[in-house]
């Protein structure tokens, strides 16, 4: 059977969400791997074992080169860590999770709590509201920015810089945003240099002060790993906290057993990030000739990794386009596995735990607004931008 080409298939058309399910479809039950000619070229990973397989060997399969899409021009500055490969990449790494633990993050719920019950007092008595642009979209942007100690009337700005990011990367018209972004970021480190005294501290005194190799970070490597951040931290735990309330939304019978049973919050919360799978697709490029999904690939091949697709491969998952409270082992890569696997995952679950509970005690029901359709983004990240729902609240 020839390869499964996909002359059609761009992750950045405005309407690349739209009936991707039976895209992901196509792409799985491919003999080998499909192909996607656009921006150079791609072979995709969509089958569950494959993707595994891709995430689990840096060397054959490398991020170094980007992992966006596109790939880099070689303007920007690399995300690091993640496009950093072993053994380099643990160096940078150690330098985040000290404080990314789950018992530091734990001891993040009070802050993460007054955030979210600072939305939705803001949002008071409105019963018909957007849920993404109102609670979702502007948790994890408030959140990254207190976990990074940042000013936090910089939010909406900072917000906006990344929102105009994703459309450079997307069209290739350069609007200035990545620079602006850069710049920020720049002054922000100017700025706090000179207090920073202890690389155990907190997590920027660590990108300030710690060592990669036994030297100190460079201002632009000290640039990118706080770029990744607000970059990485805003999108995805939007996408999946809007997937959760959605699909609650839509089902009361789940509602009900998470009211009578709140530990369930955690199943649904890893089975929406399985069925959102926020980062949608990203970059890999192959390091030396090798097979991977029944397909020959030659050194210099580029990868898309589509992790939507693979979270939703009936092969791993029993009714993988359904979101269930009682999936486990739920061996899902909605935050990636491997060496790359999300730093911040931990914290993202918390800040969806927590508007999860103050919905559930807030609103007695909820559902879609009939009137206003849900709207889906395109790009490396696709998922919710528009969830218009209708509350009701206790009585």
Not at 162 to 172: F, P, S, Y
Not at 352 to 359: D, G, H, K, N, P
């Amino acid at each position: 059977m020839p390869q499964l080409i996909l002359p059609d298939l761009d992750i950045h058309a405005p309407d690349a969400r739209d009936g991707a399910e039976e895209i992901w479809a196509a792409m799985r039950d491919a003999d080998g791997l499909a192909f996607m000619p656009s921006h150079g070229g791609f072979h995709i990973v969509a089958r569950h074992q494959d993707l595994m397989t891709a995430l689990l060997d840096p060397r054959r399969f490398a991020s170094g080169d980007g992992i966006t899409v596109p790939a880099p021009d070689g303007v920007r500055s690399p995300h690091i860590p993640a496009e950093v490969d072993p053994p380099l990449h643990r160096g940078y790494r150690a330098l985040l999770t000290p404080f990314l633990t789950p018992q530091k993050i734990r001891e993040r719920e009070p802050s993460v709590r007054r955030i979210v019950t600072g939305l939705l007092d803001k949002i008071g008595d409105q019963l018909r509201f957007d849920v993404v642009d109102r609670l979702a979209r502007p948790l994890p942007v408030l959140g990254t920015i207190d976990l990074l100690g940042l000013p936090m009337d910089d939010a909406m700005v900072l917000d906006e810089l990344v929102v105009e990011l994703h459309q450079e990367v997307a069209t290739g018209v350069r609007t200035g945003a990545a620079q602006k972004l850069t710049d920020y970021v720049g002054r922000i480190i100017t700025e706090r240099r000179p207090h920073a005294k202890d690389a155990k501290a907190d997590l920027l005194s660590s990108i300030l002060m710690g060592t990669v190799d036994g030297r100190n970070l460079t201002h632009d490597e000290q640039v990118s790993m706080i770029r990744l951040f607000l970059i990485g931290g805003f999108d995805t735990t939007a996408i999946a906290l809007a997937t959760a309330i959605w699909w609650l939304a839509q089902h009361p019978d789940d509602v009900a057993r998470l009211r009578a049973d709140p530990a369930l919050i955690d199943n649904l919360i890893e089975d929406a990030v399985r069925f959102a799978s926020p980062s949608t697709y990203l970059r890999r490029i192959v390091t030396a000739d090798t097979q991977l999904g029944g397909t020959s690939l030659q050194a210099g091949d580029q990868l898309l990794l589509a992790f939507a697709a693979a979270n939703r491969d009936p092969a791993h998952f029993d009714q993988p386009d359904d979101i269930r409270l009682d999936r486990c082992p739920n061996q899902h890569l909605g935050f990636g596995a491997g060496h790359h696997r999300c730093v911040g995952s931990f914290f993202a679950k918390l800040e969806m735990r927590v508007a999860l509970q103050e919905i559930l005690a807030r609103y007695a029901n909820f559902q879609l607004d009939p009137e206003r359709p849900c709207k889906l983004g395109s790009g490396l990240n696709q998922g919710l931008t528009s969830l218009p729902m209708i509350f009701e609240r206790h009585s």
